[in-house]
Structures are given as structure tokens and as C-alpha cells.
């Protein structure tokens, strides 16, 4: 069979389509255009708003060229004239205080001239004592204690302006010539025979206080040379022998550090040296010494009948304890 031909477009169909595409290119056109003069009249209006806004902060900013108005002061409280009563009170107040100045200013005045002729008073009755009972610049010394001797020695004098002369003085004797045997030391200090209390503070001993309250007069003070050793010793009178070995004993604890000064002038500790005392006998006296060396140098003490012997060695202790039980 013949096949049919496509019918003829009708020349208004391309047409209408032309037209129909020109509309909407022409609405496209439109909607940008209008897009357009928003986006336009939005940014005019943000510049308006910007503009509005400096104008604003100019306004609200000080400006430095302005002059600043001055205000008017104010007075706290305003001036008024015052009162009858009030005047009348303020020269009551300021006549009290010039009042109360006035009292204390005549008060003090008396007192100062009160005290002041009492201070003359006393002065001139002081005077007048002084005149009546005059004061002699040369007074009668009293009678010179003789020095105390427990046992016969021959005698050598040793004087002194204060008690510290008497270890110098000592160490003097020792490096000196001494003759074997006892010599007795005799002490004194401007005149006067050394006293217990000096000699302890001259020889530089510390002893306990109930012990030195025990001892009495003046020591005897002497030293023994024996081999060419020289050892001190001294014989002090006790008031009340009683209790005094128990004293001395319970001073050992400290002995040798309270009698350093006056032992040490005798000679240096050696190998035989020990830091306690023992117990020894001699013609029924007990004795307590502590040893310092083989050259028989140490503390050795005991209480005979009523009297406290210190001595540096056992040979002198044993001739002095000799010297006593023979007298």
C-alpha cells in the first residue's frame, strides 16, 4: 500500500511558538530588571541607615573645641546671719575654754614654784647637816686582820691591788727559786689580809655557794717544792665541818672545771690523767683525789678536824696533815 505523506504544517504554528518564547524571555527580562532596582534600592537604604548612624555618634561625642558651660557653684549651706541665742552661746564656749587655759596655766605655776622652794629647803637643810656633822677626809683605818697560820713555814709576802693580780702572782712564785718545803704565801690586798670570798675570786674557783658560806677568816695559802715540783695548796677554817665532805663530794661533778684556772698554773695534765676521783687514807683522814699525771699533780682535798685542805699532789697533803696532827 502507498504510504502517506505527513500532512503539511499550517504556517501559524511556528509562529505562535516564536511569540510564546518571546514572552517568556520578555517576563525573564522583567523579573531581573526588578531584582536589579531592589538590590539597589536595598544598598541606597544601608547607606542611608550608615550615614544616619556616624551622624548619630558625631553628635553624641564631646567635642574638644566645645567649651564646657560652667555650672554655678553651690554653697552647702547658705549664709545666714545668726541668732541672739547662738551668739550668746558661742562666746559662753569660747569664754570656757579661755577660762580652763587660764586655771591650768596658774596651776602648773604654783606647783613648779612649790616644788622649787622645797628643793631650796632641803638643799640648805642639807647644807646645814653637812655643816653640823662635817665628814673628816681622813678616817681611822681599822684594825689590820693578822694573816692565819695553821702550821709554822717560813714566810714570803705577796701584795696586790685587786683580787685578778693574785694568779699572775702566783705563776711568778712558781717559775721563781723556792727553797724545799713549805713557804706561806702571805696575801693581801692594799693592806688588808685577802679574805676567803677574794681569794675563791682571785684564784679563779667556783665554789658552790653552800660550801663557801662554811668558810671563815682568811686562808692559808701555801707551796711545797719537793724534786723541783712546786705545788700549791691551801687550808681554809670551816664555821661548821658538818656536812662539808658531803658537799665537797657532790662538788667533784664540777671540780675540775671550777678549779682549772688555779691547778693549771701547776703544771699540764699527762698519760696518767683521770676524769674521777678515788678514795684514799692517810693517818685515819680520808682523802678523795683525782690524778692529773705521774708527776704526783692533781686535785687532792680532804676535811681535817674543822678545817678544808686543797692541795695539788699527795706528798704535800700527807706533810700538812703531818704538820696539823703533830701540833
Known amino acids: 500500500m502507498p504510504q502517506k505523506s505527513p500532512a503539511p504544517q499550517s504556517p501559524q504554528e511556528p509562529k505562535e511558538e516564536k511569540l510564546e518564547f518571546l514572552k517568556r524571555e520578555e517576563v525573564r527580562t522583567m523579573a531581573k530588571d526588578i531584582a536589579k532596582v531592589r538590590e539597589q534600592e536595598s544598598h541606597k537604604e544601608r547607606e542611608r541607615i550608615a550615614a544616619l548612624k556616624l551622624k548619630k ?70 647644807q646645814q647637816k653637812a655643816q653640823t656633822f662635817p665628814i673628816s677626809e681622813e678616817q681611822t683605818p681599822g684594825p689590820t686582820p693578822a694573816p692565819v697560820s695553821f702550821f709554822e713555814a717560813p714566810k714570803q709576802g705577796l701584795s696586790l691591788e685587786s683580787p685578778e693580780e693574785l694568779l699572775s ?19 693581801n690586798i692594799q693592806g688588808n689580809a685577802l679574805s676567803a670570798e677574794q681569794f675563791l675570786e682571785g684564784a679563779g674557783i667556783a665554789m658552790p655557794r653552800e660550801l663557801k658560806d662554811k668558810l671563815m677568816g682568811n686562808p692559808m695559802l701555801f707551796v711545797y717544792v719537793a724534786r723541783d715540783e712546786k705545788r700549791l695548796g691551801v687550808l681554809f677554817e670551816l664555821q661548821d665541818a658538818q656536812g662539808a665532805s658531803l658537799l665537797l663530794k657532790s662538788w667533784e661533778q664540777t671540780m675540775e672545771q671550777d678549779t682549772a684556772a688555779f691547778f693549771e698554773i701547776m703544771g699540764r695534765k699527762g698519760p696518767a690523767y683521770t676524769p674521777f676521783f678515788r678514795s684514799s687514807a692517810y693517818q685515819g683522814t680520808q682523802v678523795r683525789f683525782q690524778t692529773f699525771s705521774t708527776l704526783d699533780l692533781g686535785i687532792v682535798y680532804s676535811v681535817v678536824e674543822d678545817k678544808l685542805l686543797l692541795t695539788g699532789s699527795l706528798e704535800s697533803f700527807e706533810r700538812v696533815v703531818d704538820l696539823l696532827t703533830s701540833a
Do not use: C, T
Open 169 to 187: 702572782q702566783l705563776q711568778n712564785v712558781l717559775s721563781g727559786n723556792q727553797a724545799p718545803g713549805f713557804s706561806h704565801l702571805l696575801l
Open 57 to 126: 555618634d558625631a553628635v553624641l561625642l564631646p567635642r574638644p573645641w566645645a567649651k564646657q558651660e560652667q555650672l554655678p557653684k553651690r554653697q552647702l549651706m547658705p549664709k545666714r546671719p545668726l541668732s541672739p541665742f547662738e551668739k550668746v552661746f558661742v562666746r559662753v564656749v569660747v569664754g570656757g575654754i579661755l577660762l580652763f587655759v587660764f586655771l591650768n596655766a596658774a596651776a602648773f605655776g604654783f606647783w613648779y614654784l612649790s616644788k622649787r622652794d622645797a628643793g631650796k629647803q632641803e638643799s640648805q637643810g642639807a
